[in-house]
């Protein structure tokens, strides 16, 4: 438990500061073009654009989000992996908007009641508002692989997986998908993703040895 909370201390250690004593650079003035009028003499630089505080947030979950990923893949144990599992989860929730947390809160509980058609519309929806956001397409993803749609599915696997390529819940859902299609080697290799980013995910090992066996008896 201690080498757990250590890893979530060093994930809230604040970034390194610039080095101090560094030379600055010197802005290099914009080319004249012909008929331009000369700069006023005295006259400097354009200030550069202040970030709004969205933009400064969301480079700051991204800077944490990376320290976190790298955490998940070193963790110790599964007692540390959940715990920074969980913060990458939050990191992900801070990125979307209370309306598409609504939608995507009643799909899983409509997966969960297995209404699978109705989570379809809530997953839509929240894809409808936020295109960006890698979790909805996976969540429909497995709306529509629930509802026999497995190509559909596959397509939103792709996105999501695209957005966010170190989603390994969508890796695992692509996994099972390609195994139920029999492509017991394509499942390794999603399997195989999903491990390099998250190694102690619960029960991956286990799964890992099954789908080699049969992969391997494929083989022969």
Do not use: C, Y
């Not at 004249?32 to 480079?59: D, H, I, K, L, N």
């Amino acid at each position: 438990m201690l080498r757990a909370l250590a890893l979530l201390t060093l994930l809230a250690a604040p970034l390194p500061a610039l080095a101090q004593g560094a030379a600055p650079t010197m802005p290099t003035p914009p080319l004249q073009t012909p008929g331009q009028a000369a700069p006023t003499p005295g006259a400097g630089p354009a200030p550069a654009a202040t970030p709004s505080p969205a933009a400064r947030a969301a480079e700051a979950r991204r800077t944490e989000l990376d320290r976190a990923f790298a955490a998940l893949k070193d963790a110790p144990d599964a007692a540390g992996a959940a715990l920074v599992e969980g913060r990458i989860r939050q990191l992900w929730a801070q990125a979307v908007t209370p309306s598409v947390a609504l939608l995507l809160r009643r799909g899983v509980r409509n997966m969960e009641a297995n209404q699978a058609e109705d989570a379809l519309e809530d997953f839509d929806a929240a894809i409808t508002l936020g295109p960006e956001v890698a979790e909805a397409w996976h969540l429909r993803a497995q709306a529509q692989a629930r509802l026999g749609e497995a190509t559909a599915a596959a397509r939103d696997l792709q996105e999501a997986l695209r957005l966010e390529p170190r989603n390994w819940g969508a890796l695992l859902t692509l996994a099972g998908l390609q195994q139920q299609q029999g492509n017991e080697a394509g499942a390794l290799r999603s399997l195989d993703a999903a491990l390099a980013i998250h190694p102690k995910l619960p029960g991956g090992a286990e799964r890992r040895r099954e789908l080699r066996r049969k992969v391997e008896g494929d083989a022969t």
